[in-house]
């Protein structure tokens, strides 16, 4: 695996991957190939890099999904430029045709702690303007008041593992709810639902998901997550 700075044209590639197949769908070649703009022939290449690197798992001529090494960077690197998007319409009043290329050049320079400090002044923002969920932060948090609360960044320790928002999830799956985001009253709505950090959450994509909630299993209750609650209910898949 490589070390140091990743290469921006990485962290592209990887991004992309994770905007189309975030929950270990495969990428085929072409997707990649629209998205960003680069010759089939030149896609396939930087492919096996990367999973020589160890960030992908490549199968030719069907595609590539994400280890959980490139998920990490995929949704690192995701949640600043989504968070930058949001930064830049929101708060700098850019023209929303330029928000995405402006957050594309922003976002591999952008550092850890203003990432934080940005998350912070937008009050933890859940989607992005093209109302993409951001993912969320890798510290080692249960919720976003942990967050509130610390004063020593550099003592908190990163989280080891990956996570996915209820509304991320693209079929069955199941795993542990580990972070809640949100301000206080959001937080507070949840916890008067009956949902913890810890439970064993199962989603099953079927008829009972509605457009606009998340049929879930949360400890053998059965629940209809509205999609706020659910841009924000992560768990470890």
């Known amino acids: ?37 680069i010759a089939p022939g030149s896609v396939t290449q930087m492919l096996k890099k990367l999973e020589d690197l160890g960030y992908i798992k490549y199968t030719p ?46 976002e591999h320079t952008l550092s850890d702690e203003a990432e934080r400090a940005l998350c912070t002044m937008l009050h933890h923002p859940d989607l992005c303007p093209d109302d993409n969920v951001i993912p969320a932060c890798d510290f080692d948090f249960g919720s976003c008041q942990e967050c509130f609360s610390q004063k020593d ?26 972070f809640i985001r949100g301000k206080d009253e959001l937080l507070n709505e949840i916890t008067e639902m009956g949902i913890k950090v810890g439970q064993h959450l199962k ?28 841009n924000n209910i992560f768990i470890r898949v």
């Open 61 to 106: 001529y069907k595609g590539a999904t994400l280890t959980d090494e490139g998920m990490k960077i995929a949704q690192k690197i995701t949640r600043k430029h989504r968070i930058l998007e949001k930064f830049l319409l929101d708060v700098l009043k850019v023209k929303e045709e330029n928000v995405h290329d402006q957050a594309c050049e922003m």
């Open 203 to 230: 989603y099953e994509l079927n008829e009972n998901n509605l457009t606009d909630k998340y049929f879930v299993i949360i400890d053998d209750e059965e629940l209809n997550i509205p999609a706020e609650m659910a």
């Open 153 to 178: 960044f550099d003592q908190v320790i990163n989280r080891k593992f990956n996570l996915l928002s209820i509304s991320e999830l693209t079929g069955d799956t199941e795993g542990t709810i580990s």
């Open 1 to 37: 695996m490589a070390e140091g700075k990743i290469s921006d044209n990485i962290e592209e590639y990887l991004e992309v991957l994770y905007r189309n197949g975030s929950n270990g769908e495969q990428v085929s070649t072409t997707q990649l190939s629209k998205d960003l703009g």
